[in-house]
């Protein structure tokens, strides 16, 4: 299947880069020296003839939901029979080993159904997943594919991804998110706006929200308030219900992390992802020169506004848009907004009647019946992107 042959692809090869040098990871063997139930393993690094591969600075996401009862759990160590969980591990003698805690591997016993084999090999892949990222934090900094590295002993903000403006959340409520809406948030960070609605704002909140996120260990430095989601995947967003058709969405500062070959992916999700097209989004993209932790792909207004009008097929919301923007106060020794930079990047999206023949619409059914996508999927749909970002006329940033 096709998350199993995405998941073996994981395990037997995994390159990442350190300075100039790229390594190859070795998972069989790997497997071949220590005990399924492992509490840690040792992974041995070896220069290869690799071209650099340069994947820095993505959010993914994660699934919150504070108003809904059930979120989906990335989180697989409960799968796994306790006599697996403290097998000791074999020792590996060499020098140049990683040690990385990879917690619990699920069993490897047989399912009893077609449904419980998908979901155990899902869990494999999100098990070796996790320790991909976790391998990649300590070798270059940032995760697989370059989300922020989190310490889950110690969890903390990392490059304003806790940051939040009470009053710009407290005016996205009243402007765009009516009372009883469903909110998804992409890239989320510490899942600071779905708690300023549940706990804290002054402006009462009867929203469903759910966050996603990328950073490596957001799920236990959350608490699993927030779910792992790498928005650089082509798979469908893990919420354990479908999304209604009239739904919102919002991403704030992500696009800029995601490489720029894996744009599409995030546009994918923001619009789509399988599911029904958001009512309206709330959406900001750092521009080129504004500077940040981990950025790679920073564009303009004018391809923002390209992309979104004819390849995706949303209106800008100008109005609402700049009264958004003019709630964020500009910084002083003093006060100001402690997200300030989204005075020139916040755009509010609504949904037209051409999103139906965009490139969201046909991605949709391109590729919703496929998902997980492997890597013959994973080309067409790159393709496919490019080819409407050719169509459209639309001239990003090159990086």
């Avoid at 005075?343 to 949904?351: A, D, K």
Wanted: proline share 6%; aromatic share 8%.
């Amino acid at each position: 299947m096709v998350m199993a042959a995405n998941a073996r692809a994981l395990l037997c090869t995994l390159v990442l880069t350190l300075g100039g040098t790229s390594f190859d990871f070795d998972f069989d063997s790997v497997l071949q020296r220590h005990a399924p139930g492992s509490s840690s393993i040792l992974v041995h690094a070896r220069p290869t003839r690799h071209g650099r591969t340069d994947h820095t600075g993505t959010h993914g996401h994660t699934d919150v939901e504070l108003d809904s009862p059930g979120i989906v759990q990335e989180d697989s160590a409960d799968l796994a029979p306790e006599d697996e969980v403290n097998q000791a591990p074999t020792e590996v003698p060499e020098p140049t080993g990683v040690a990385v805690d990879s917690g619990t591997m699920p069993s490897a016993s047989v399912a009893s159904s077609e449904q419980d084999k998908v979901a155990h090999e899902a869990a494999r892949a999100r098990h070796w997943r996790r320790v991909a990222g976790e391998l990649s934090c300590q070798l270059k900094g940032f995760g697989l594919t370059g989300g922020f590295c989190l310490n889950p002993d110690a969890p903390g903000p990392v490059g304003n991804n806790a940051d939040i403006d009470p009053k710009f959340a407290d005016a996205m409520k009243v402007m765009v998110y009516p009372d009883g809406a469903t909110v998804v948030d992409l890239g989320c960070g510490f899942g600071q706006y779905g708690k300023h609605w549940k706990f804290l704002g002054t402006v009462p909140s009867k929203l469903t929200w759910h966050g996603f996120d990328g950073s490596e260990n957001i799920e236990k430095a959350t608490g699993n308030e927030v779910t792992f989601f790498d928005l650089s995947e082509l798979r469908a967003l893990p919420l354990k219900a479908p999304l209604p058709a009239e739904h919102y969405r919002m991403s704030i500062e992500v696009a800029e992390h995601l490489p720029q070959d894996m744009e599409g992916y995030f546009i994918f999700h923001l619009f789509g992802s399988g599911g029904p097209m958001p009512t309206a989004v709330v959406f900001s993209w750092a521009v080129v020169g504004q500077g940040g932790h981990g950025h790679v792909n920073c564009q303009n207004y004018e391809y923002v506004q390209c992309l979104v009008e004819k390849v995706v097929g949303y209106d800008l919301d100008t109005s609402t848009g700049a009264a958004l923007r003019d709630v964020i106060e500009q910084p002083t020794p003093t006060s100001g907004s402690p997200t300030w930079w989204l005075r020139n990047t916040v755009f509010v999206l609504r949904r037209t009647a051409r999103a139906e023949q965009g490139w969201i619409a046909e991605a949709n059914r391109a590729f919703r019946d496929t998902l997980p996508g492997d890597d013959v999927a994973a080309a067409n749909f790159k393709a496919s992107y490019a080819a409407a970002i050719e169509r459209a006329g639309c001239v990003p940033q090159k990086y």
